[in-house]
T-cell receptor, first 110, second 117 residues
Framework: DAKTTQPPSMDCAEGRAANLPCNHS???????VYWYRQIHSQGPQYIIHGLKNNETNEMASLIITEDRKSSTLILPHATLRDTAVYYC???????????FGSGTKLNVKP | DAGVIQSPRHEVTEMGQEVTLRCKPISGHDYLFWYRQTMMRGLELLIY????????DSGMPEDRFSAKMPNASFSTLKIQPSEPRDSAVYFCASSRTLGITEAYGYTFGSGTRLTVV
């Protein structure tokens, strides 16, 4: 039931910004955009979420286009420890199921 | 906070045996979720509870799987009898009731890697 489209993999040089895109062209007005990541052998980890405004926290920034049909997760200075699968998910805030798609495998290289 | 605690971390069992996976959610969280992850199917939601009551078990693959939540601090996922195709990593996650302005996420445990031989 994933309603998002992400590239299967991306590479990024250590220390550079990693920009991970996500298309969600069928997003409805009350659906939020969430980002999680899963480092190998660990449980998924919440990164950030947003509705329409750009958001920033200590881990990342989330840029949502004005029409809300796509978004970009930005890791400003990627490190080797950021190598993981990144999942973009859209969900109504009061709907309790998260459906994880295939995500983007981010490879941060030295 | 110790986070969501799952046990065991690894389980190897023979086909036909009963397997019980355990989860302790974060204190104060009133939602608990069980997911299964395989290479072929990715992360699948099996069942979730709210205030210890099962709300949606539509993802449970078959009658061999059952889940319980006897109290707010403990849940089990049982497979009886186990089969090799049940081999996967099983994750438990918890979250709390959302306020009007909140859109909170889950906190996942470290998972149980189950191997059925």
């Amino acid at each position: 039931d994933a309603k998002t489209t992400q590239p299967p993999s991306m590479d990024c040089a250590e220390g550079r910004a990693a920009n991970l895109p996500c298309n969600h062209s069928t997003i409805s007005g009350n659906e939020y955009v969430y980002w999680y990541r899963q480092i190998h052998s660990q449980g998924p980890q919440y990164i950030i979420h947003g509705l329409k405004n750009n958001e920033t926290n200590e881990m990342a920034s989330l840029i949502i286009t004005e029409d809300r049909k796509s978004s970009t997760l930005i890791l400003p200075h990627a490190t080797l420890r950021d190598t993981a699968v990144y999942y973009c998910i859209v969900k109504m805030h009061n709907f309790n199921k998260f459906y994880f798609g295939s995500g983007t495998k981010l490879n941060v290289k030295p | 906070d110790a986070g969501v605690i799952q046990s065991p971390r690894h389980e190897v069992t023979e086909m036909g045996q009963e397997v019980t996976l355990r989860c302790k959610p974060i204190s104060g969280h009133d939602y608990l979720f069980w997911y299964r992850q395989t290479m072929m199917r990715g992360l699948e939601l099996l069942i979730y509870f709210n205030n210890n009551v099962p709300i949606d078990d539509s993802g449970m693959p078959e009658d061999r799987f059952s889940a319980k939540m006897p109290n707010a601090s403990f849940s089990t996922l049982k497979i009886q009898p186990s089969e090799p195709r049940d081999s996967a990593v099983y994750f438990c996650a918890s979250s709390r009731t959302l306020g009007i302005t909140e859109a909170y996420g889950y906190t996942f445990g470290s998972g149980t890697r189950l191997t059925v031989v």
